[in-house]
T-cell receptor, first 112, second 115 residues
Framework: SQQGEEDPQALSIQEGENATMNCSYK?????LQWYRQNSGRGLVHLIL?????REKHSGRLRVTLDTSKKSSSLLITASRAADTASYFC????????????FGKGMKLTVNP | GAVVSQHPSWVICKSGTSVKIECRSL??????MFWYRQFPKQSLMLMAT?????????EQGVEKDKFLINHASLTLSTLTVTSAHPEDSSFYIC???????????FGPGTRLTVL
């Protein structure tokens, strides 16, 4: 299958702690996008990282990409209760018509 | 970030009726839009790729005559669920690709309930 696979599938932490989630994918990509989804809502775009990039930051978010291992990670620093959501990685494969295929996601719970 | 809207946000209909869902990119042009459905506590399942000015590309197992897609302009795609049945009840989400940034932005979703 071509979806990204998030790991772990669920994570529960305390406010203020950092949360790291990993994503593995199958073949060469153009880019990889991370999204957040609150229950019953649409997806919010977090970060896009291109295949020639290794790290990107956005506020409390840090995304890394290792194309040799076909993996990416999303780090949320100083987590807040409002970060509680499901997180998805979505690789865009070369020659894949830009469609994104989603895995099961990772459920993050940040306890106050 | 860019904004994608969907209308309606929820709809309840009787079995056998057809329902149209609109997806609009509000501040960028999108030659390509995508339609997904999501069942409770599950991931998003890609249904089809909507191409402006041409026929949609459907994923395997998705009935094109059941889920009609029209992408008439660079900012609007519509999904029509024809002769809806209770098993079509789901959360339908669209996304639009901004060609300038390669980013896909998602709409807020439409919850369809078929009685």
């Amino acid at each position: 299958s071509q979806q990204g696979e998030e790991d772990p599938q669920a994570l529960s932490i305390q406010e203020g702690e950092n949360a790291t989630m990993n994503c593995s994918y199958k073949t060469s990509i153009n880019n990889l996008q991370w999204y957040r989804q609150n229950s019953g809502r649409g997806l919010v775009h977090l970060i896009l990282i291109r295949s020639n990039e290794r790290e990107k930051h956005s506020g409390r978010l840090r995304v890394t990409l290792d194309t040799s291992k076909k993996s990416s990670s999303l780090l949320i620093t100083a987590s807040r209760a409002a970060d509680t959501a499901s997180y998805f990685c979505a690789p865009s494969y070369q020659g894949g018509s830009e469609k994104l295929v989603f895995g099961k996601g990772m459920k993050l719970t940040v306890n106050p | 970030g860019a904004v994608v809207s969907q209308h309606p946000s929820w709809v309840i209909c009787k079995s056998g009726t057809s329902v149209k869902i609109e997806c609009r990119s509000l501040d960028f042009q999108a030659t390509t839009m995508f339609w997904y459905r999501q069942f409770p506590k599950q991931s998003l399942m890609l249904m089809a790729t909507s191409n402006e000015g041409s026929k949609a590309t459907y994923e395997q197992g998705v009935e094109k005559d059941k889920f009609l897609i029209n992408h008439a302009s660079l900012t609007l795609s519509t999904l029509t669920v024809t002769s809806a049945h209770p098993e079509d009840s789901s959360f339908y989400i669209c996304s639009a690709r901004d060609v300038n940034t390669d980013t896909q932005y998602f709409g807020p979703g439409t919850r369809l309930t078929v009685l």
